[in-house]
């Protein structure tokens, strides 16, 4: 490939050849209900104080209450878990929990049951990102598992050999 093919993919072109973990970012509203997105755009920010980040589509129907929570969850998927991936990403959002089990995080977020690992948040700062926005939270409680993952890569789920 020459440097004017390369100038000529899109940005999604582009960040489809980065391999990325598969997440689901999930909260609880006042009566306990759960609700949540997959997301593959998560990384770490910062480990003391100990920041993630993950960035909400505006379009997302579950947006506004994630961005107004107090807390969250990133479920980190495991490499069995791709249709778990697929409903958290299909709309509308109702009843993406129905046949998930989960329980509830010290906060009421929801844990994904056979996640690979998983942060409990509460928000630090939400910040504008264009279409999307950037959610960083400041993890309170966290655990991990020897599950392979789940991956993200060239628009196809996969899972890692370890």
Same mark, same amino acid.
């Given at each position: 490939?020459?440097?004017?093919?390369? %100038? =000529? $993919?899109?940005?999604?072109?582009?960040?489809? *050849?980065y391999p990325t973990g598969v997440t689901?970012?999930?909260? %609880? =509203? $006042?009566?306990?209900?759960?609700?949540?997105? *997959?997301?593959?755009s998560f990384t770490s920010v910062s480990l003391d104080p100990p920041l993630v980040l993950v960035c909400i589509g505006h379009a997302s129907t579950s947006h506004a209450r994630l961005i107004t929570a107090q807390t969250f969850t990133i479920n980190v998927l495991a490499a069995d878990q791709s249709?778990?991936?697929l409903?958290?990403?299909?709309?509308p959002s109702d009843g993406r929990f129905e046949e998930v089990d989960w329980t509830p995080a010290a906060s009421g977020a929801p844990i994904i049951e056979g996640?690979?690992?998983w942060l409990e948040c509460s928000v630090h700062e939400v910040l504008?990102?264009?279409?999307?926005?950037?959610l960083v939270g400041r993890v309170e409680r966290a655990a991990v598992t020897e599950r392979p993952v789940l991956v993200f890569h060239r628009g196809r789920m996969s899972?890692?050999?370890?």
């Open positions: 490939m020459d440097l004017h093919e390369q %100038a =000529d $993919a899109s940005l999604r072109e582009v960040m489809g *050849t689901v970012v999930a909260g %609880a =509203d $006042a009566e306990g209900l759960p609700y949540g997105l *997959t997301v593959n249709e778990v991936a409903r958290f990403a299909r709309e996640s690979a690992a504008s990102g264009g279409d999307h926005s950037i899972a890692t050999d370890t």
